[in-house]
């Protein structure tokens, strides 16, 4: 073929695939919950997941948050000391934050305390808890701008893994004071001729801040408390608010339940805070919140030692990573990190676009569930590094690996990254402009059998790859242990079904790039499958993750049009297959799955057949 046929064969198929993708992405935002009879589920047949965040379920979440204020909880408003009245009060009381500002706040809880925001009628969070302080008074000196008195010095981030790492140009974030002018953060350098429009330079000696920007007319504040709470308290409560403008550290956040077992952190926004926006540790439900804008990390379980199973459910992450800390550290919409992240459950969340991997699973976290969540336009997708017996699943993942620093196998939608026994099944992956769909890699560690890829299993997942992008990928660094790695750590690849435009050979083995017999040649994807429909089936098919129902074993699924209509109901017994549905036209559905008795939450993936009895 000519070099601009060429060219021209590729800007159609990205052009092609860019459409579906487009369509795929406004079909899944605008699709509505439709409640009848009982919980439904979303059932698409252009994506495999589903995808239960909505932002207005959110609204509707702190609506209820609203109702559910006690009447006897103890107003605080603005201005005043919070820990003053805090203190003189009893375990387990309620307080409400009133509506405006509450700056410079840290308040040391007792056990069971919960602490509301003001919330509108219509859902708007009316409470902001700030860790700046507004300046209101500046000098001038030459052509810089120039705060005095700044006598916080906070420190740095943490030194977890050494000294904060950054990237270059960015070694300033290793500090935890921010500059903001009407809420845009200031980059911090670390020299006073370094200095440029958007940048500061904090002189700690001298208590002084320089910048050039002007700040006449402008909201100008300066970060000087590190996290709303502190201490190790159990149970506390915390709803509604909106926290912000923290110098939170990476092992910590602004909304930090430090080492405190069983916190309950719903429908809040936790926004502009220098590294962790949300941090637990242990038995903690962070659920509906909306993290976003934070300078590392916008949701944290981090921790090493005794831990509890954290559920961390249909929030939005967003955005993160503004204070450029390395790609290769700590940063993530959501991280889980260390022994102590034990059967976390991570459901439902919305991660987009951070500057950062979308989430992580980094260092011995253990039987964590990664499932029904979105992930897309991150710097990278779903990493689980040096880790074990994690299920990743039933996730929508597009538009992630773009991280300049990323490269190779970093760039990539979903990764295992030497670790154990990990499961990926059921997820939906679009991999176009950006490399790698699925991989399963071993990275160098020493040649540590302990920190090798062994055991994982990759299926069920749907594959759509454009442009000759990788779709799936087993790779071992040759500095480990290559023959052990393919032949005895048993890692595999089945019942995958791959949409390929584009190129014959979007799978790889130890570099080599293989077409999907070559790949079958290998023992993956024996029961596999490969086509070139980037358009949607026309068939839906629904598998049940329950254990085998009561009664009598007959299970209805029930398909809905968006706007509510019927279509069709089929009725499917205990160990039956059926053909679902074929007939009807490619869209998205919502379907319900009924015993007549309990309603169950389905899954949608492409495909003709329906098994609604077997846990798997």
Request: hydrophobic letters at 35%; proline letters at 3%.
């Amino acid at each position: 073929m000519p070099e601009d046929e060429s060219e021209n064969a590729e800007t159609a198929i990205f052009v092609y695939f860019s459409i579906l993708r487009s369509a795929m992405k406004k079909q899944i935002d605008h699709c509505c919950r439709f409640f009848c009879c009982g919980a439904l589920a979303l059932a698409s047949v252009t994506s495999g997941a589903v995808t239960h965040y909505d932002p207005a379920d959110r609204i509707a979440a702190i609506k209820n948050i609203r109702v559910g204020i006690p009447s006897d909880a103890i107003r605080i408003e603005p201005g005043t000391d919070i820990q003053s009245i805090v203190s003189t009060k009893p375990e387990g009381t309620a307080f409400l934050l009133g509506a405006g500002t509450h700056h410079l706040q840290t308040i040391a809880p007792k056990a069971n305390m919960k602490f509301y925001g003001e919330i509108a009628a219509d859902g708007t969070l009316q409470t902001i808890l700030s860790g700046a302080r507004v300046i209101t008074s500046f000098e001038r000196s030459g052509s810089f701008y120039v705060i005095t008195g700044q006598d916080q010095e906070l420190g740095q981030t943490g030194l977890f893994e050494g000294n904060p790492k950054t990237e270059p140009g960015w070694e300033g974030s290793a500090y935890l004071e921010d500059v903001f002018i009407n809420d845009t953060p200031l980059k911090h350098v670390l020299s006073l001729d370094s200095v440029v429009a958007g940048t500061f330079y904090f002189d700690y000696p001298a208590d002084k801040i320089y910048f050039l920007d002007n700040p006449a007319g402008q909201i100008l504040e300066v970060t000087a408390k590190t996290s709303l709470f502190s201490g190790t308290i159990n149970g506390i409560v915390v709803k509604g608010l909106i926290v912000e403008k923290y110098g939170s550290k990476v092992d910590g956040g602004a909304l930090n339940a430090g080492a405190g077992l069983g916190w309950v952190i719903e429908g809040n926004e936790v926004r502009l805070n220098h590294s962790v926006g949300i941090g637990v540790k242990k038995s903690a439900i962070v659920r509906w919140n909306l993290a976003r804008s934070n300078g590392m990390i916008g949701i944290s379980s981090y921790g090493y030692g005794t831990g509890g199973s954290n559920l961390i459910e249909s929030n939005e992450s967003s955005l993160g990573n503004w204070a450029n800390f390395a790609f290769h550290w700590q940063a993530a919409g959501i991280k889980l990190i260390g022994d102590a992240c034990i059967a976390d459950t991570v459901r439902g969340n919305y991660v987009h676009d951070n500057n950062s991997r979308g989430i992580w699973l980094d260092i011995h976290v253990d039987k964590a569930v990664i499932e029904n969540n979105r992930f897309e336009n991150n710097g990278a997708g779903v990493v689980v590094e040096v880790s074990w017996r994690n299920i990743v699943r039933n996730n929508y993942c597009r538009g992630n690996g773009w991280h300049p620093r990323a490269g190779g196998w970093a760039r990539n939608q979903i990764a295992i990254q030497s670790s154990d026994s990990c499961e990926v099944d059921d997820n939906t992956v679009l991999v176009d402009s950006i490399e790698n769909g699925i991989i399963v890699w071993w990275n160098f560690r020493g040649n540590d059998p302990a920190r090798a890829a062994r055991g994982n299993y990759v299926h069920h997942n749907q594959v759509y790859s454009a442009m000759g992008k990788t779709a799936a990928a087993i790779s071992c660094d040759p500095r480990d242990s290559v023959t052990s790695f393919y032949v005895t750590y048993g890692n595999r690849f089945d019942w995958n079904h791959y949409h390929v435009i584009g190129s014959t050979t979007p799978w790889s083995r130890q570099g080599e790039k293989c077409t999907f017999s070559k790949w079958q040649s290998y023992g993956y994807d024996i029961n596999g499958t490969l086509d070139s429909n980037m358009t949607p089936s026309t068939a839906i098919a629904i598998r049940a993750r329950n254990p085998a129902i009561p009664g009598n074993g007959k299970r209805t699924v029930s398909v809905y049009r968006l706007n509510g209509s019927y279509v069709k109901t089929n009725e499917v017994g205990v160990g039956e297959y059926a053909h679902l549905f074929s007939s009807i036209p490619a869209g998205i559905y919502l379907a319900r799955i009924c015993d007549g008795k309990n309603v169950f939450i389905g899954r949608a993936i492409i495909g003709k057949q329906l098994n609604l009895s077997t846990p798997q």
